[in-house]
């Protein structure tokens, strides 16, 4: 292994050493730089944040002064990335730190790129000792945009909190980086170099991920669906990461045409778009799918390919109802799940439609705290298959994030099964019959959630500290209107597996009927406060299930709004985005 006499008093400018294997590593003299604590889903910041002399370099030498050596020195680490701007640089500076403090080998994505569920699903494959990802995942990217690194443990699983903690106390004390002198590796064909003992090999970011696609699903199940000229599907890849899955994935191997892809190139802006698929940001294919005679499945994924949006014709699937159909169908449709889930789980503000089917399939059930990094020992623990987050996020124990493209051929695996025998002509089973089937049986969660994005932290704040204040002074039984209180908490959660705790994780009121209204900070925006207030209500009464969530919601979303007196404290009349 590389290793390098850090001169902790007062390192020199100039001190450079040569290691016994050949690289030069140089010692270069750093300062603590204020504000790098990361949020739930690694650092993200403005991208000319991260271009300030030190501030990548900072960070990334404190992760190595976070990991115990053996997890580095001579071991294997993956390196992938969305595409964005500032990526190339990015790798460029990552890969030098990585060789300076004694890493073997680093697999990297042709020209950098692998989502993020990849990057997961390489580690697992190659038994790499951990993982970078350069991604602000739905952020938008370009100079006046976000920028945003994240570090993946050997279990493919986002770093635990005892780690981010340990990088953060790092970065305030950190004063010296260790680079190695090599020249910038060729990210733009796949092979190996070799810098002295130090090892980059450039691989190709798709076919791991592919080849595990392949063992997971049914793939000629989902050709006979796909390549059927009485089927239509669009994937809209938002010029984010999953543009370099698509066609591999969905039209070479699974028969769609390649015009049902679009926005399939990765671009550093994204095409100026905000690579977020939701109802508002992938506008353009909810344009298409609700327009005249719109496809049979549509679906995005973000800019680092692990959230996914599922749309049928005119028809939205909310993330709370797409996990919870997909966990009552696996076993049937998908053949990594044959012997049955394991056990399901959720995020707190995600809607109750999961519970139940855990309950009628008699499956053990958890919910965790927002943030995927929450469901990695379950699955560990093998107590846990299938799991998803209202927040676009829906995923498996196949890997350890949750994961666009296996959202979508999950979604593929259920619609293929129930048209097996269609003959050409005959209607099919559209996706909008899968979801009121669903309800049927099951009953219907409606939810909803506001977001009220870039408020001032102050005034955000204000209101989650008086949400606290009013939960302590709340009993069961307290009238809500016509709602009656069966309790109200700031969300803590005990993992089961290690006894860590995490508190505060969001206030909720949860009412006799089941009605929850929720409030939370986000922990992924990278300006000012982002409020989300969740409301969900559930509705056993079939001849109710076509009402629009909206409607269906209203005095509930109401009362949530007098609750927090939420445009008091953020002066915001109105939601930024309504998912
Ligand atoms: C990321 C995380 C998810 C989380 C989501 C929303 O996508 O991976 O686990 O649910 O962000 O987080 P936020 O804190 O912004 O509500
Ligand atoms: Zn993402």
Redesign the pocket.
Known sequence: PLTVKASSASPSPSATVTDSQGIKIKSVPTKPIEGQKT???GLRKKVKVFMEENYLANWIQALFNSLPPEDYNNGLLVLGGDGRYFNREAAQIIIKIAAGNGVGKILVGKEGIMSTPAVSAVIRKRKANGGFIMSA??NPGGPEYDWGIKFNYSSGQPAPESITDKIYGNTLSISEIKMAEIPDVDLSCVGVTKYGNFIVEVVDPVSDYLELMENVFDFSLIRSLVSRSDFRFIFDAMHAVTGAYAKPIFVDKLGASPESISNGVPLEDFGHGHPDPNLTYAKDLVDIMYGENGPDLGAASDGDG??NMILGQAFFVTPSDSVAIIAANAQEDIPYFRSGPKGLAR?MPTSGALDRVAQKLNLPFFEVP???KFFGNLMDAGNLSICG?E?F?TGSDHIRE?DGIWAVLAWLSIIAYRNKDKKPGEKLVSVSDVVKEHWASYGRNFFSRYDYEECESEGANKMIDYLRDLVSKSKPGDKYGCYVLQFADDFAYTDPVDGSVASKQGVRFVFSDGSRIIF?L????SAGA?V?MYIEQFEPDVSKHDMDAQTALKPLIDLALSVSKLKDFTGREKPTVIT
């Open positions: 949020g739930t889903s995942s739905h692990d959230r995020s927002t943030g995927w987050e927040s996020g949750k939370r986000s922990g992924t925006g982002t989300r």
